[in-house]
């Protein structure tokens, strides 16, 4: 038994053991003692100008690193804290304090963020009060530069302690940056929620984090060997080497013969095309879950590809892959993946229109032609997976079976080399497929999850459309409960089941479908590092927790809660959107298209464009009295 066990609230899940190291204050504690300088003025600026300078720059290279590792949402952090300090209202402020108040620079850096810090942590948005984290973070490392006393720094407070947990009492972005590059196990603190910028960096760099109920409980146990459990969201004091071990250790371990770690998934890759395997680090990698292959016709300009130079393209796929099985998807072409020699037809509503394995309706010459490359190219040992997009019903996999046998056949009579062995299977995208899969899985040998669609057609929502984007809602409990039932009936049937949209690349997901039994995900190379990561030290029993509590849920915002994961707001929506053609209507705040827009007016030199009479006539009407005196 362990000495004490003590419940937490959990900001950053996974399971860390190490010596416990309790700072009450890194930088130094926050004074506020507003010492009068005595140096001049504008020497004081200057000094407060050149640190700012300097931090700007360390965080610029901090930056920097972050976006090599492909953290680029962890890098976007640190940009957000250079624009805090490059913010003209806290210059005049910190000008203010030295020029008529006469302060030393740390002083007046103190004085001048005091007041937006406290405002900050009063708010009763949780996003807001978070961010006076940030505010406390920057304040602190500018005062540790411009303290004439020398402030230690982590490295050396750490030396010669053997997997630091760090006890402190917030979790500042710095600190955090600072503590994974000095082998920091894992954090305890007393303030602060999953939503902040720190806890965002701990999840990204995988070091579990719980928020304790006081620093002080832990100030007799500074130096103790502990165990931070934040799947289970407990402190284990002193614990003893079997409880230890059981909680460190994954409870299923699925080995694959190519993987270097014991994992409880096996991770596959998703790609566009074969180059991005040239160089692949495959360790942990079971092998290729989507090849996107309309990208090969997106490409030409004049024609369907043609089979013997497609051959050469899945050639040089297999060669890459090796004796690793590899999932071809075929083209899916259609609603946003437009070729310019194809018209598709008159559509209104494209998505709902030819997609996918319609087009292969009115062109078997399109898929008979694919398959043929891709079985040419596979002969030999490849264990290969064909994969058809759309697919929803019984009588479409005949269809598409009729043709796979005339590609088969065709090969035959020409007596060339061919793969006689693959294995064939469905993506899921559609309500309907969902809905046959029972019927389908005797037919298949596998299926695979396209939440893209699956999200899209569930919600009725198109997936790129930035003024509904906040309906689609990949997080909703009944997207969670649509998963959980084709896992368990896959699973009841013996067949292979993966998720490849997006969110099986979605760290902050993980548990998540982990929980809800998906045990294949196919995700972006880039977050290959991240997921491996993490799926080392998850805890089966504590994502089937988190599953069952998240399928518990009314709304989407509840599982992202329980998730930790911040609200998005309505601007961040669409933000990312906005450009390429677009505005956003300043009154309704809708996007609007620029092009042929009827509805736009030049006010004080710069043009606005609205979705409606109403609004521009809302506009002019406020805009003209501001404008009058
Ligand atoms: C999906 O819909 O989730 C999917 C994998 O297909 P795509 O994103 O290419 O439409
Ligand atoms: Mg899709």
């Not at 100008?49 to 290279?61: I, M, T």
Request: hydrophobic fraction near 40%.
């Amino acid at each position: 038994m362990s000495e004490s066990v003590i419940r937490c609230d959990v900001i950053s899940a996974g399971v860390a053991e190490g010596s416990l190291c309790l700072f009450n204050a890194l930088y130094g504690p926050m004074v506020g003692t507003a010492e009068p300088s005595g140096e001049r003025p504008e020497a004081e600026m200057n000094r407060f100008k050149e640190q700012v300078a300097s931090l700007v720059k360390d965080l610029g290279e901090t930056v920097d690193c972050l976006e090599s590792e492909s953290l680029s949402a962890e890098a976007d952090v640190i940009r957000a804290h250079i624009s805090m300090l490059q913010d003209p209202m806290f210059h005049a402020r910190v000008q203010q304090a030295i020029g008529r108040l006469s302060f030393a620079a740390d002083s007046a850096v103190e004085h001048a963020i005091e007041g937006v810090i406290r405002v900050l942590a009063e708010s009763r948005d949780p996003r807001l009060a978070e961010r006076a984290t940030d505010m406390k973070d920057l304040a602190m490392q500018l005062r540790a530069k411009l303290s004439r006393q020398k402030v230690r720094p982590l490295a050396e407070l750490l030396s010669g302690v053997r997997n630091p947990v760090l006890a402190i009492p917030e979790l500042l972005p710095s600190v955090v940056l600072n503590a994974h590059r000095h082998g920091v196990k894992a954090f305890l603190v007393e303030r602060g929620t999953a939503l902040s910028h720190g806890a965002i960096l701990a999840k990204a760099f995988v070091l579990p984090a719980l928020r304790v109920p006081t620093l002080e409980m832990l100030r007799m146990s500074h130096g103790a060997n502990v165990l931070v459990d934040a799947d289970a969201g407990e402190l284990l004091i002193e614990p003893d080497r079997s409880e230890s071990e059981g909680r460190l250790r994954p409870f299923i371990e699925v080995s694959s013969a190519h993987t270097d770690h014991l994992l409880p998934v096996r991770l596959w890759v998703n790609i566009v095309t074969p180059t991005q395997l040239e160089g692949f680090d495959w360790r942990g990698i079971e092998g290729v879950g989507l090849y996107r292959t309309e990208t090969r016709f997106m490409e030409r300009t004049d024609d369907f590809p043609r089979e013997e130079e497609e051959v050469g393209v899945y050639r040089h796929l297999f060669a890459l892959c090796g004796d690793r099985p590899v999932t071809v998807r075929t083209a899916d072409l259609g609603a946003d993946k437009a070729v310019p020699y194809m018209s598709f037809g008159p559509q209104n509503n494209p998505y709902l229109g030819l997609r996918g394995h319609r087009i292969y309706h009115f062109h078997p010459e399109l898929l008979i032609t694919q398959l043929r490359a891709i079985l040419r190219a596979a002969a030999g040992s490849h264990r290969l997976r064909l994969l058809y997009p759309m697919l929803e019903t019984v009588d479409q996999w005949q269809f598409i079976q009729g043709l796979v046998e005339q590609a088969v056949a065709s090969l035959r009579a020409e007596n060339l080399p061919f793969q006689q062995q693959f294995e064939q299977g469905v993506l899921v995208e559609t309500p309907a497929a969902v809905l046959s899969f029972p019927r389908l899985l005797g037919l298949i040998d596998f299926a695979s999850v396209g939440t893209n669609d699956l999200v899209q057609y569930l919600f009725a929502v198109e997936r790129n459309n930035a003024n509904v984007a906040k309906l689609y809602q990949p997080h909703h409990p009944i997207v969670l409960q649509v998963l959980k039932t084709l896992a368990d009936q896959a699973r009841e049937a013996d067949k292979s089941l993966s998720v490849c949209g997006e969110i099986a690349s979605d760290p902050e997901l993980l548990m998540l479908l982990v929980g809800l039994g998906i045990d294949n995900l196919s995700v972006a190379p880039k977050e290959v590092s991240v997921l491996k990561a993490r799926l080392t030290s998850l805890r089966i029993p504590a994502c089937r927790e988190l599953a069952h509590a998240c399928l518990e849920a009314q709304t989407a915002a509840e599982v992202r809660a329980k998730l930790g994961i911040r609200p998005q707001s309505a601007i961040e929506a669409t933000s990312t959107l906005v450009g390429r053609g677009q505005a956003v209507d300043p009154v309704c705040k809708m996007i609007v298209k620029i092009e042929e827009n009827p509805y736009s007016l030049v006010d004080r030199d710069r043009r606005y464009y609205f979705c409606s009479r109403p609004c521009t006539l809302q506009f002019q009407k406020e805009s003209d009295r501001e404008g009058s005196p």
